[in-house]
């Protein structure tokens, strides 16, 4: 299979600045690289010819892309593995050739240089106050007995520790779910998936006969002992034996954080994030460092991280950002401009790194719905950074949609659905917003019909009796790659399925313990209370491992798929469902959970000030 690429030899010696390794870009000096024999003219020319260069490259890129797709949908796995491998080589050469652009412009002062904060940057959002917001306490009648108003202010405390535990849990479940998917994201071929299958059920099989085997070994120690001696043995032991049992045996072991890792497209090591969940990581890192979402800085950390030194995968969304932020000066140091450095791009990543800004964003004010319009207009502006496409804008829209219901309004999943479905049919929600224009509008309703009809039939096929599929049979119907609608489908699809049905009691349902009237009755209460959540601990937790499994189990684009149905768990069970031997496996896990626990604190203190 042959593919159009023109050698970066064609032009002006600036190009041989840059290092061989195409995978490492320049960052561009603020002094001129060039030698004395290479004059500003020639560079301004050779940057005219390059630019069409990399367009034609770019029209390749896309070509191989769309044919690697394909392949992958006819099952000819290794040819489109093969396809990716030239469509990267491709991505790389023009990344190289968009760099020398840069660099022959900023020399050659094609364009004007700006201050950090000039006028023409796109406008900061700043984080909202945290819910439940300040509407219980107006809306409180006058002369309420003391008893009645402290009763109402510990039902907000709850409320918002709920809140607070399904934030935390939706962005900590994705980052969890994502780590676990890494190891087997972007197999594709169900005979490679079922060897690995295969050899994971036989390490666990392993595991459960050492087990065994320890059992036997202390019980064998317990019979040769003396009467006194052997009762307070069969204590130790018996605990012991549970915590064996507990930690080595998996009823219903899966692929997560599979050792090594597998995937054909990057060789990334044990506990680290998948590419995607690597983008959620710099969103959420932006977020916290800004306190809100400045376009412009956030466009600058990405561009900091994926550029020059990174060792690591970078897609296709990500390889055409550098592109247009080097070819057009965004890396030259204090530029800010107007202009927007995405391409043409609606692929998983427009949803799967919204859980942070989920959290920072969502449940605002509800009057005329001003909040979800703010968290809606930070997911267009932080989408736009990389895929800067209606498309893409207006799935991470419906996808954000769904999860701010159930993080902020306690909501099923199916029923945030369901909401969200009506929102886009309505004109004067947020999400039903028709466009300014003629054919804008025209642009919008198409897109908002396409999301309908996907999300129509998630339910159709997660919870109605006519068409309930398990995970296995709708990754087969609807496909298992990084695009839409299909990689959004699935992951709702696989959360739906195993959470339909399923309902804990409600910390807010329950008595508090210091309104009860017997000592007595109050001890009994507690004791079962803590009994009863140790239970309901235990099966979320069951509920979020097997679904994760289920999620995974498919290969393909499981990553996207396993963090997205991490991020809805987690957000509607809270972040006592994310198991925590699983996120002792995740690379910087606490440092992740500081900085959501830190943008919690910062919505409360803004909530507390409004």
């Known amino acids: 299979m042959s593919s159009t690429v023109i050698s970066s030899s064609s032009f002006c010696s600036c190009s041989s600045l840059l290092p061989a390794d195409s995978s490492i870009l320049p960052k561009p000096p603020t002094s001129s690289p060039h030698p004395s024999s290479c004059s500003s ?26 044919l690697a797709q394909r392949l992958n949908k006819e099952g000819k796995y290794e040819d489109a593995k093969i396809t990716y491998k030239e469509m990267y080589a491709v991505e790389d050469e023009t990344l190289r050739q968009a760099a020398a652009v840069g660099i022959a412009r900023a020399t050659a002062g094609r364009r004007g240089e700006r201050s ?48 607070v535990s399904r934030a935390l849990g939706a962005v900590l479940g994705s980052v969890v779910g994502d780590a676990a998917a890494m190891g087997i994201h972007w197999i594709y071929a169900p005979e490679e998936l079922q060897r690995l299958w295969e050899a994971r059920q036989e390490e666990e099989r392993e595991k459960k006969k050492k087990a065994e085997g320890r059992r036997n070994e202390a019980e064998q120690q317990k019979s040769g002992e003396e009467k006194e001696q052997s009762a307070h043995t069969l204590a130790t032991i018996t605990t012991t034996t549970t915590t064996i049992a507990e930690d080595d045996t998996i009823d219903d072991a899966g692929l997560e954080f599979y050792q090594p890792p597998q995937s054909p497209f990057f060789s990334y090591p044990h506990g680290r994030s998948s590419p995607y969940g690597e983008q959620t990581i710099l969103l959420l890192s ?66 799967t790194r919204l859980p942070p800004l989920v959290v920072g964003f969502g449940g605002g004010e509800e ?51 369901r909401e969200v479905l009506e929102a886009f049919g309505d004109p004067k929600t947020p999400l039903g917003e028709r466009g300014r224009e003629i054919e804008e509008e025209r642009v919008v309703e198409g897109l908002k019909k396409e999301v309908t009809r996907a999300f129509e039939q998630v339910l159709f096929l997660g919870v109605q009796e006519e068409g ?96 997205w149905v991490g991020a809805c768990l987690g957000g509607w069970l809270g972040l006592e469902c994310v198991p925590v031997e699983w996120r002792k496996e995740v690379n910087g896990f606490d440092q992740i959970r500081k900085e959501v626990e830190e943008i919690i604190r910062h919505r409360r203190r803004r909530r507390m000030q409004a």
């Open 41 to 66: 003219c020639c560079c301004s020319s050779s940057s005219f010819s390059s630019s069409s260069s990399i367009a034609v490259l770019e029209a390749e890129a896309d070509r191989l892309h769309k």
């Open 116 to 163: 950090g904060k000039d006028e023409g940057h796109e406008s900061c959002n700043t984080l909202q106050p945290l819910p439940p917001f300040r509407r219980r306490q107006t809306q409180r009648e006058k002369g309420r007995s003391r008893e009645k108003e402290e009763e109402e202010v510990a039902q907000e405390n709850k409320e918002e520790e709920q809140i």
């Open 286 to 351: 932006s977020l916290h460092r800004n306190c809100g979402l400045d376009p412009f800085l956030y466009a600058q950390a990405y561009a900091r991280q994926y550029g020059k030194g990174w060792e690591g995968y970078r897609d296709a969304s990500t390889k055409g950002f550098l592109r247009r932020w080097y070819e057009e000066g965004g890396a030259r140091e204090g530029w800010r401009d107007g202009d927007r450095w995405g391409v043409r791009d609606w692929q998983a990543n427009c949803f």
């Open 367 to 417: 009057e005329g719905g001003e909040g979800e319009r703010s968290m809606l207009r930070a997911v267009e502006d932080a989408t736009r950074v990389t895929q800067d496409d209606d498309r893409a804008v207006m799935w991470g829209k419906g996808a954000a949609g769904v999860l701010s219901r159930i993080i902020f309004e306690g909501k099923t999943i199916e029923m945030a659905i």
């Open 468 to 563: 309930r599929t398990d995970v296995g049979g709708t990754v087969k119907l609807l496909g298992k790659n990084c695009h839409l609608p299909n990689s959004l489908q699935t992951a709702l699809h696989a959360a739906l399925f195993y959470a339909h049905g399923r309902s804990w009691p409600s910390p807010l349902s329950l008595v508090p313990l210091s309104w009860t009237t017997a000592a007595v009755c109050e001890q009994q209460q507690q004791q079962e209370q803590e009994q009863e959540q140790e239970r309901d601990r235990r099966e979320k937790q069951a509920l979020f491992k097997r679904t994760i499994r289920a999620a995974i189990r498919e290969g393909g684009c499981c990553a996207s798929r396993a963090g």
